[in-house]
C-alpha cells in the first residue's frame, strides 16, 4: 500500500486524470440537463452518478496490475505473499474510490443540486459501493493484465459482476434521495456487504493461484 501512495503521489497525472473525467463529464451533464430541461429528475440523478462512478472505477482500477513491469512482478513475487499482494491493492483501490467518490458527491452536489434528504445513508452506500467497485474491479484487473488488451478485457469481464452490484447500490441509494427510514434499506446494505465479503474471500484463495502464473 505504500508503495502504492508514494506512485501515485509522483505521477500524479493519473489521479489528476480521474478528477478531470469526473469534473468534466458532471458538467456535460449540467449543460445537457440543467440548462435545457431545468433540471434532473431523482432517478435520472440517481442513475447518472452511479454510472460516472462506474467508467471512473473501471479507469482508476484498471492501471492497478497494468503498470506492473514483468520485472517488478518477479520482485514481488521473491518477497511478499500473494495474499498480501491482493488485500494490498484491494484496500489502496478503495481508499481511491472512496475519495473519487466523495469528491464526485460534492461537485455533483454544487452543479447540479443535491436532491438526498438521508446523506447519512447516502455516505454508507458509497462507501460500500467503493469497497464493491475496489474488491470486484481489483481482482479482475489481476485476471486482466495477463491477457494482451487489457482495457477491452476489464469491461467484458467487469459488466456481469457490476450489473447485481449496482442494482442494489441504486435501489439503496434511491432510498436514501427519498428520505426513507434507514430500516428500509437493510437489506440491500446486507446483500451488497455479503457480496463484498464474499469477493474479498474469494480473491484472496483464488489470486495464489494467478500469482505462480
Do not use: H
Not at 176 to 191: K, Q, R, Y
Request: proline share 3%; with cysteine.
Amino acid at each position: 500500500m505504500q508503495k502504492d501512495f508514494v506512485l501515485e503521489w509522483r505521477q500524479k497525472y493519473a489521479f489528476n486524470g480521474m478528477l478531470l473525467y469526473v469534473g468534466s463529464t458532471v458538467f456535460i451533464c449540467y449543460l445537457s440537463f440543467s440548462l435545457r430541461f431545468g433540471g434532473l429528475e431523482v432517478p435520472v440523478w440517481n442513475a447518472l452518478y452511479w454510472i460516472i462512478l462506474l467508467f471512473t472505477a473501471v479507469n482508476a482500477i484498471a492501471k492497478g496490475f497494468a503498470q506492473e513491469s514483468r520485472g517488478r512482478l518477479l520482485y514481488y513475487y521473491s518477497i511478499v505473499s500473494p495474499q498480501g499482494v491482493i488485500l494490498a491493492k484491494m484496500l489502496y483501490n478503495t481508499a481511491l474510490m472512496l475519495v473519487l467518490s466523495l469528491l464526485c458527491f460534492l461537485f455533483y452536489a454544487v452543479v447540479i443540486g443535491n436532491p438526498v434528504q438521508d446523506v447519512g445513508m447516502f455516505l454508507l452506500t458509497i462507501v460500500l459501493g467503493a469497497l464493491g467497485f475496489a474488491s470486484s474491479l481489483t481482482m479482475i484487473s489481476g485476471i486482466a493484465a495477463k491477457a494482451a488488451n487489457t482495457g477491452t478485457l476489464m469491461a467484458v469481464l467487469s459488466f456481469p459482476v457490476m450489473v447485481p452490484m449496482l442494482l442494489m447500490l441504486m435501489k439503496m441509494s434511491k432510498n436514501a434521495i427519498d428520505g426513507l427510514d434507514p430500516s428500509v434499506s437493510l437489506d440491500e446494505a446486507l446483500v451488497l456487504l455479503a457480496i463484498n465479503m464474499i469477493v474479498i474471500t474469494v480473491s484472496y484463495i483464488l489470486f495464489p493461484y494467478l500469482w505462480r502464473s
